[in-house]
């Protein structure tokens, strides 16, 4: 069955600190990895986007990481600010692009 | 570029009545939308995939009849809830895939919040 999981479920950190969020996958065959960010109430944005054969890709101050033969990202966020406070969501595409794999999501709260 | 808005924003209803959400992509076409709910502290799920001027198709316990889906054009696609109750409130999201371009990534828009009192 095509899963994606996610951790942690929530995380609180510290205006300027470092966070890194995990996401584990089974889905196959594989297409691409996204990592979005969804404020409350609000649609998911597109953070990065990742194929089989790349391993990190940067957006400003998000990083995701992919490792394909263990089937795992990562998502690390520096100097965090009290507006990346959201649910960062882990999206595996199965195939054709159309068919998304939802993770769960881990919800971040950055505290002055 | 590759915005997609929905409308209403938000709305509530009474039991039984019927709701209609738009979807539309801003500044490109799109031949397929998508249509997810998310309960609150959870992921999307997928509804259903719109495809323009041919019927949609439902995921698995999806009831076709209550969510109808029209896709009239390759910039709109409609989501009405028909004969709403309350465990139809949830929060709705489309997304919307390029005819031409970034083909490989769906464009979410912003939700619309249904309340069904």
């Known amino acids: 069955k095509n899963q994606v999981e996610q951790s942690p479920q929530s995380l609180i950190i510290l205006e300027g600190k470092n966070c890194t969020l995990q996401c584990n996958y089974t889905v196959s065959p594989f297409s691409n990895l996204r990592w979005y960010k969804q404020d409350t109430g609000r649609g998911p944005v597109s953070l990065t986007i990742m194929t089989f054969s790349e391993n990190t890709k940067s957006n400003g101050r998000y990083t995701a990481t992919l490792d394909a033969d263990t089937k795992q990202s990562s998502l690390h966020i520096t100097a965090s600010q009290l507006s990346d406070s959201a649910s960062y969501i882990c999206v595996v595409a199965d195939e054709g692009f159309q068919k998304l794999v939802f993770g769960t999501g881990t919800r971040l709260l950055v505290s002055p | 570029g590759a915005v997609v808005s929905q409308h209403p924003s938000r709305v509530i209803c009474k039991s039984g009545t019927s709701v209609k959400i738009e979807c539309r992509s801003l500044d490109f076409q799109a031949t397929t939308m998508f249509w997810y709910r998310q309960f609150p502290k959870k992921s999307l799920m997928l509804m259903a995939t719109?495809?323009?001027?041919?019927?949609?198709?439902?995921e698995q316990g999806v009831e076709k009849d209550k969510f109808l889906i029209n896709h009239a054009s390759l910039t709109l696609s409609t989501l009405t809830v028909t004969s709403a109750h309350p465990e139809d409130s949830s929060f709705y999201i489309c997304s919307a895939l390029p005819l031409a371009g970034n083909t490989d990534t769906q464009y979410f828009g912003p939700g619309t919040r249904l309340t069904v009192l």
């Open positions: 719109s495809n323009e001027g041919s019927k949609a198709t439902y």
